[in-house]
């Protein structure tokens, strides 16, 4: 489920997979990374700290990716 909610998501955004493990802090990867984390969180029984092992980021990264995405949402709601 967990490359299956990423494959979406980054066909979704024109983002490869792999661009989104390395280090690349480029607007739409960064944004792609969060999106994904949000939805890994909502939707699977990871733990911040699992989903933070997946991308090779903490799990302090999660926590901010995950209110950036709810930030986003309340502010635009086609987002």
Known sequence: MIQEIERI???ER???PEEIHN???KTDCRLTRQ??????????KMSLHQIGDYFD???ATVISS???VDNLIE???RF
């Open 57 to 59: 980021r903490t799990h």
């Open 23 to 25: 280090e690349s802090r």
């Open 35 to 44: 999106i994904i984390m949000f939805f890994l969180r909502k939707f699977t």
């Open 66 to 68: 995950i209110i950036a």
């Open 75 to 77: 502010i635009d709601k």
């Open 14 to 16: 024109g983002i490869l």
């Open 9 to 11: 998501i980054c066909e």
